[in-house]
């Protein structure tokens, strides 16, 4: 109901009372709007050949904190208690351990938060609530602590090239930490962004020497002309709204819930069945698309984003997007959608994570996820599902796949048919991450008999399972020569240098199915 109280500012109310949404989710959207003009106005009259860093910084922060104060009162002092005090790790712990101080903290902080909104004060609100914001923030201050860690304890040697090119080598002012973790760009929906990658785009810098498409060489520098964010702005702009209106027209009349309607269950058939649960959530995700890609334009509008130009000389604004829409709606297997599908998270649980620990890297991984992601069970019994499925889907691709490679005829009867088993076997797995709850999530998978968890062992257990030693990031590590380049720079200038671009085509390692299954 569009009545619903909220912790932030009420002075949007008759707006949801108009458009019957909850306020929250009002000012949620009327926020990210401010901050897309904002952005707008800070690239133009705070452009960092016309303003010293330090104002931009300040700006940045004051933007950000004043919107979280709009949207979530009091419960924005949230964002700074988490991000002071492990600030304040940081400093006293030293760079031995802090990483590890941090990563308790912050995890810890945030898992606090979320129990107290769910179980005291809200159980089932599933709308915008302050525990969003902290998570991209806990993402932010661990990559953070471990880049620092990286950069200034560990030897050169020791680290993984995508670990070198991220590695941050002098410990961040405070307010350029707090313009990181809380500027008006992304605290309210990310995404998560490396440090270096930030303290390029606000110094400047962002443009000098980025790669010309994916092979990652370098392309035109110094003087090549700086462009314009517009034209992606305007097409992800675009990309909002259609998602939007179909959320608002569509998704209210194809509730998920309805999956396990007890006279639905009973009359209808089953092709009935599993159509409307993939329509049900294929109708869920626009939200996602909406917040998503809106984030990703208010980041680039400011003029943050930027990736180098593709083969063809086009400028990329992709540097920091969490999902591809076509290839999730178009994916032939499990691991294509993961892998295109909140990107940005998937990142961070492997740098975080799994190149960090010796034992049982899938497990403790999955663990993390499941924990950052928040304390509703379905989340969990998503998490476990789709474990499950992906390991199978994975089974099942490397022992029949190449069979299916030619003719062309067969190559698309095989796609056909893959399309439709993920399509269908993601929407199977996502079921509890909507419902929330443990009983209506057990009664959508009793009401199916558990067929797919069924299938899904029954293949694991047949067929054979080829393993795979953990690696590197091929994509990321082929973009590298311009991070060593500007590391060097930075030794002798005393500034932060370009990080690596994030990764976000990691379709062709098997490293990343092996973690990218745990996000959601």
Request: with cysteine; proline share 4%.
């Amino acid at each position: 109901m569009a009545t619903t109280s909220t912790t932030g500012s009420t002075l949007l109310q008759p707006l949801s009372n108009a458009v019957q949404l909850p306020i929250d989710q009002v000012n949620f959207v009327v926020c990210q709007l401010f901050a897309l003009l904002a952005a707008i106005w800070f690239r133009t009259y705070l452009h960092s050949s016309k303003t010293s860093s330090c104002i931009r910084h300040v700006v940045a922060t004051l933007l950000g904190l004043y919107l979280a104060l709009f949207c979530f009162g009091w419960y924005a002092l949230h964002f700074l208690v988490q991000s002071g005090i492990s600030y304040c790790i940081m400093i006293i712990i030293g760079v031995e351990n802090m990483h590890t101080y941090c990563f308790v903290f912050a995890l810890g902080y945030l898992t606090l938060c979320q129990v107290t909104r769910v179980y005291i004060f809200d159980y089932g609100q599933y709308s915008a609530d302050f525990s969003g914001p902290m998570m991209i923030i806990t993402q932010k201050i661990t990559s953070l602590a471990c880049e620092i860690h990286d950069g200034m304890f560990r030897k050169n040697e020791e680290l993984t090239p995508s670990q070198r090119g991220l590695a941050v080598r002098r410990m961040p002012s405070l307010l350029e930490y707090l313009s990181y973790t809380c500027n008006f760009m992304g605290i309210l929906a990310g995404p998560l962004c490396s440090y270096k990658d930030y303290i390029t785009f606000i110094e400047g810098r962002s443009y000098h020497a980025a790669p010309s498409g994916e092979s990652g060489k370098e392309g035109i520098q110094g003087e090549r002309t700086e462009p314009s964010p517009n034209a992606a702005v305007v097409q992800k702009l675009l990309m909002c709204g259609l998602s939007l209106l179909f959320h608002l027209t569509v998704c209210r009349r194809l509730p998920v819930e309805y999956n396990i309607d007890a006279h639905f269950q009973a009359t209808a058939s089953w092709p009935t069945r599993v159509l409307y649960l993939y329509v049900s959530l294929l109708a869920a995700r626009p939200k996602y698309y909406f917040a998503w890609t809106l984030a990703d334009a208010i980041n680039n509008a400011a003029g943050f984003g930027f990736r180098g130009y593709d083969k063809n000389g086009a400028a990329r604004w992709d540097l920091i997007s969490n999902l591809r829409i076509q290839q999730i709606e178009m994916s032939t297997s499990f691991k294509m959608f993961l892998d295109n599908w909140n990107i940005q998270t998937a990142l961070w649980l492997k740098r975080v994570c799994y190149e960090r620990v010796s034992m049982s890297p899938t497990i403790q991984t999955f663990i993390l996820s499941a924990i950052w992601h928040g304390v509703y069970p379905g989340y969990y019994l998503t998490f476990l599902t789709g474990t499950v499925m992906t390991l199978a889907a994975r089974a099942v691709r490397n022992n029949f796949r190449h069979y299916f490679i030619q003719p062309p005829q067969l190559k698309l009867l095989y796609d056909i048919i893959t399309w439709i088993v993920t399509q269908i076997a993601i929407s199977y797995t996502v079921v509890p991450f909507v419902l929330l709850s443990i009983k209506p999530s057990f009664m959508f998978y009793s009401s199916w008999y558990y067929s797919l968890h069924s299938l899904g062992i029954l293949v694991l257990l047949l067929l054979p399972v080829k393993k795979t030693p953990r690696g590197t990031n091929t994509h990321e590590d082929a973009q590298l020569s311009r991070s060593k380049k500007l590391d060097e720079g930075e030794n002798s200038l005393g500034q932060n240098s370009f990080s690596t671009t994030n990764s976000v085509c990691s379709q062709s390692q098997e490293i990343a199915s092996r973690h990218s299954s745990l996000k959601h």
